[in-house]
């Protein structure tokens, strides 16, 4: 309810009420409102429009820029095919705007190893390799370990169900510095009862620790919701 006219400002949140103070747009404008509120009111307005219509033209920009690369990246393409022609600046362009994107860092590190370097094969990619991305990956979520401890975390809980009727529970992290994946578990055998999802969670809190977590977010099936209670009954400061 406003309190100049006493009107009560029906939907749309705060904006709609900002334009009924502020006297602007299609909504009924306060009759009693001071002309000092109404034109500071008009002021955040036109900031917010600008500030809307900035990451508009950003978004257009970026995507702009995706859709020539990708035009380029095609005309290149047919360029390579035809190998007549090995003095084409307009060919070398392309590449280099290409690479410079995407490939770059690939291509320092490959021309680094100097000539003769033969790449990594499929044996070593999906087994030492492989192990060795997990490892960093172990490493970064330890130091985001650090991160929790500092600002405090959200656990996020996304259930979902495959083609094959299995339930399966992505858990994330989220805190002010990113959100990571922690892992995704078949849930099958526990979705259905509160003891079993509640030993689920429970498992996750103790991994990220008790005392970083602000709050956990899940389904709001029933069953979650008991899980959720049981957990707040287990950690008490944690929602
Ligand atoms: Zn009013």
Redesign the pocket.
Known sequence: M??????P?RGGGINRFKY??AEKGDVE?????PPAVAHQFGQNIEEFMNKKRKTQENYAKSYEHVMRLKENLIEWKSLKHDSNNNNNNNNNNIQEQVNSVYYQPVIDAITNMGAGYKGPNFGRVRGYLLSKLVEDMKKIIEWYHEIWKQTGCTIMADGWTDRCRHTLINFLVYCPKGTIFLKSVDASHASKTTDLLFELFKDVVNFVGPENVVHIVTDNAANYVAAGRLLEAEFPKLY
């Open positions: 406003c309190i100049y006219c006493e009107k400002v009924h103070l404008k306060c009759k009693k409102v």
